[in-house]
């Protein structure tokens, strides 16, 4: 196995925009550092259990998955309109009002199960990157570990942007928002192509 390949698709999937990460970056500037971190805890668990999922149930997985994917696509699909719904209509008074409940340990939890770049890439990575080549349990465990900290350094790096341009992004908020939902509904679409 190819470490520095393994180690770039990781991070390349997790640090690039997706719903869970552009989500973060909202909660972030509306909501502050503290309700981003939250839901990027329950976002980071969901996270570690699909990948423990993938681990534990590779085989099985690649025989039902292709069967259920319309299904997760028109789930992942319809939810991240739905965000994008959310994130276009907020508005600078909204700002400053209370949490919408979008920055919460649940809504991060609940939110990878229908995230199809989370499940498509924790379906994929440890079949591809980790059984091949360390089918142990151990060698399995630590792959779920080590990909699940690179998951989190992720979201962790998404709150801090959250942070660091909150005053920039509440400044310019229509803006944000728009090129936030523009993003969603990219990752929608992008899912039927």
């Known amino acids: 196995m190819s470490i520095l390949s393994f180690l770039l698709y990781c991070?390349?999937?997790t640090f690039t925009p997706g719903p869970s990460n552009i989500i973060i970056l909202s909660i972030s500037q509306k909501e502050g550092t503290a309700q981003a971190l939250r839901y990027t805890y329950g976002a980071?668990?969901?996270f570690g259990l699909l990948l423990t999922a993938s681990a534990l149930l590779s085989g099985i997985?690649?025989?039902i998955l292709p069967k259920i994917l319309i299904g997760m696509q028109m789930i992942g699909s319809l939810y991240m309109l739905y965000?994008?719904?959310q994130i276009s209509r907020k508005s600078k008074s909204s700002a400053s009002s209370t949490s919408d409940g979008m920055g919460t340990?649940?809504?991060?939890f609940i939110t990878q199960f229908v995230n199809p770049k989370v499940i498509l890439f924790t379906m994929t990575v440890i079949p591809t990157f980790i059984i091949p080549y360390n089918p142990q349990v151990t060698g399995l465990m630590a792959g779920v570990i080590g990909i699940t900290c690179i998951g989190f350094l992720a979201y962790a790096t998404w709150v801090m942007f959250g942070t660091i341009f909150k005053q920039f992004l509440q400044r310019h908020?229509?803006?944000a928002n728009w090129v936030m939902t523009l993003f969603l509904i990219y990752a929608a679409i992008m899912l039927w192509i």
């Open 44 to 46: 980071t668990l969901a």
């Open 105 to 108: 340990f649940r809504s991060g």
């Open 11 to 13: 991070f390349i999937v």
């Open 83 to 85: 965000l994008a719904y």
């Open 61 to 63: 997985l690649a025989v």
């Open 173 to 175: 908020q229509r803006i």
